[in-house]
């Protein structure tokens, strides 16, 4: 069974399709190293695409010790996965939970990314729904924990940016749900505890951001509510960065629309590898409205 060895020991699954540049895609809370099959298979026609689960998502190995389980941790995980493929830089494709790790690699390694795709990225973010975030976080954790990720799984994937896919793929969804009560309990649990509720609000990265300059895609569904003001501020302040926004879609965007993920992505993508991604115009970064001041 195909791993990497990350520096504190944990051994992280992985599956590899293709040649060519590489694409490493990062996994959602609710997802896997599978939910990334529909853009596996299509960008395997032209780059080397690398899927992993984090640690915690068997057969990744789960940690006891919840303190193994943060930030820092998801992002050097992907770090792992490319150092242990002997891979110098890729293309970091992440949404939600990997869409943050996505971010925090270009922010801590932008010598290691060949560009960013930091898609559903933004629970928790607003300071004014911290503490709303901790306490669900906190439950949630607890319930997963308890009645664990077969009964829990279920509550889960009929969340409010979930059911828009259930809406327009039942059988795509069925499988999302399926796959989320096969994960562990104690890895989801951890997870939701060290990653998802004490990582950084993306506002207290504004500086980091400001000085990023890998070229960077935000890509939010238009429904996927607590993502949406999280991603016109990085438009606004990552200068490397576009937005897009896909049409009546939810959090699961990769799976609810795989045909204009892929081709957002792709084209996105072939715009780097071309050297034609350029940083945005200064002179559109004002608060005036018609014309720049004083001209």
């Known amino acids: 069974m195909p791993h990497v060895t990350t520096k504190d020991g944990v ?5 590899e399709v293709g040649s060519g540049t590489p694409i490493v895609f990062a996994h959602e809370f609710g997802g896997d190293f599978r939910h990334w099959e529909p ?21 990744s190995d ?4 919840p303190e193994m389980y943060s930030q820092d941790h998801a ?19 992440g949404l939600s939970m990997g869409g943050f790790a996505s971010l925090h690699m270009g922010l801590a390694y932008p010598e290691r990314c060949l560009s ?3 898609a559903g990225c933004g629970y928790g973010a607003k300071a004014d729904a911290k503490e709303q975030f901790v306490r669900e976080t906190t439950e949630v954790a607890d319930r997963m924990e308890n009645e664990t990720m077969a009964v829990f799984g279920k509550v889960y994937a009929l969340g409010p940016t979930r059911v828009q896919f259930q809406n327009k793929d039942p059988r795509g969804w069925q499988e999302f749900e399926d796959q989320i009560c ?36 935000i890509v939010n569904g238009d429904e996927d509510d ?7 501020y990085m438009k606004r302040t990552i200068v490397s960065s576009a937005l897009v ?20 992505c792709g084209d996105f993508m072939g715009r780097v590898e071309a050297g034609r991604w350029e940083m945005r115009d200064p002179r559109s970064m004002t608060t005036a409205i018609i014309a720049t001041p004083g001209k």
């Open 11 to 15: 051994a992280l699954y992985y599956e």
């Open 39 to 59: 853009q596996m298979r299509y960008f395997a026609r032209t780059h080397r695409c690398i899927a992993f689960n984090a640690r915690g998502y068997p057969p």
């Open 62 to 65: 789960v940690p006891e010790d």
């Open 75 to 93: 992002r050097d995980d992907v770090l792992a996965v490319l150092d242990g493929l002997d891979i110098e830089k890729a293309h970091i494709n």
């Open 116 to 118: 960013l795709v930091v």
């Open 182 to 217: 096969e994960h562990s309990s104690l890895g989801s649990a951890n997870t939701m505890r060290g990653v998802q509720r004490r990582r950084p609000s993306l506002y207290d990265l504004e500086d980091q951001m400001r000085d990023l300059t890998v070229p960077t895609l």
């Open 226 to 232: 607590p993502c949406l003001d999280a991603g016109l």
């Open 245 to 264: 926004l896909m049409p009546r879609t939810g959090h699961l965007c990769n799976l609810e629309e795989p045909a204009l993920y892929n081709q957002i």
